[in-house]
T-cell receptor, first 111, second 113 residues
Framework: KNEVEQSPQNLTAQEGEFITINCSYS?????LHWLQQHPGGGIVSLFM???GKKKHGRLIATINIQEKHSSLHITASHPRDSAVYIC?????????????FGQGTRLTINP | EPEVTQTPSHQVTQMGQEVILRCVPI?????FYWYRQILGQKVEFLVS????????KSEIFDDQFSVERPDGSNFTLKIRSTKLEDSAMYFC???????????FGPGTRLTVT
């Protein structure tokens, strides 16, 4: 069983739609990360959270520690949001924060 | 804005050859990481490095792999004798302190022929 499961694996939507990507994990964590990977391959950190909710522009991330579940929401989606969104859980080992990654959700927003 | 840089962007090598992938983390960051992503697969942790030593390594990080921070700025990943299955995108990341986010470099695409 994968330690980090994301759903859906692929998501296609129309511009303006509200997007939700889900992440469930099975291990104890120090923090959960949402990352964005563009077609060129580069990875950008969107959020790091250990409780509650964070918002940055049109992106919102929530986490429920008891249920070991997190969601990433995109409001008023735009074609430039098209990318792979990756959930990763962090555990601190000897001070450093090892990340375990989900398989990613490929999001396509059509104009 | 500070960023993590990696060189080269693409490296092609023959099986059995040694390769060194280079990373320049964000200055004043303390924690350093290497990850890899085989084409079409998820990103995998290779190794973490703190205080001039390895903090943790995965089962992928066998005796063929080594890391160094030779001069206080560069952070390198060496693969001693490459195999076909080492073909992947390799990402370096750095982190300011143990509870902050990680910043990723643009990656080095390694192709072993």
């Amino acid at each position: 069983k994968n330690e980090v499961e994301q759903s859906p694996q692929n998501l296609t939507a129309q511009e303006g739609e509200f997007i939700t990507i889900n992440c469930s994990y099975s291990v104890g964590i120090s923090a959960l990360h949402w990352l964005q990977q563009h077609p060129g391959g580069g990875i950008v950190s969107l959020f790091m959270l250990s409780s509650g909710k964070k918002k940055h522009g049109r992106l919102i991330a929530t986490i429920n520690i008891q249920e070991k579940h997190s969601s990433l929401h995109i409001t008023a989606s735009h074609p430039r949001d098209s990318a792979v969104y990756i959930c990763a859980v962090g555990s601190i080992i000897q001070g450093a924060q090892k990340l375990v990654f989900g398989q990613g959700t490929r999001l396509t927003i059509n104009p | 804005e500070p960023e993590v840089t990696q060189t080269p962007s693409h490296q092609v090598t023959q099986m059995g050859q040694e390769v060194i992938l280079r990373c320049v983390p964000i200055s004043n960051h303390l924690y350093f990481y290497w990850y890899r992503q085989i084409l079409g697969q998820k990103v995998e942790f290779l190794v973490s490095f703190y205080n001039n030593e390895i903090s943790e390594k995965s089962e992928i990080f066998d005796d063929q792999f080594s890391v160094e921070r030779p001069d206080g700025s560069n952070f390198t990943l060496k693969i001693r004798s490459t195999k076909l299955e080492d073909s992947a995108m390799y990402f370096c990341a750095s982190q300011g302190d143990r509870v902050s986010e990680q910043y990723f470099g643009p990656g080095t695409r390694l192709t072993v022929t």
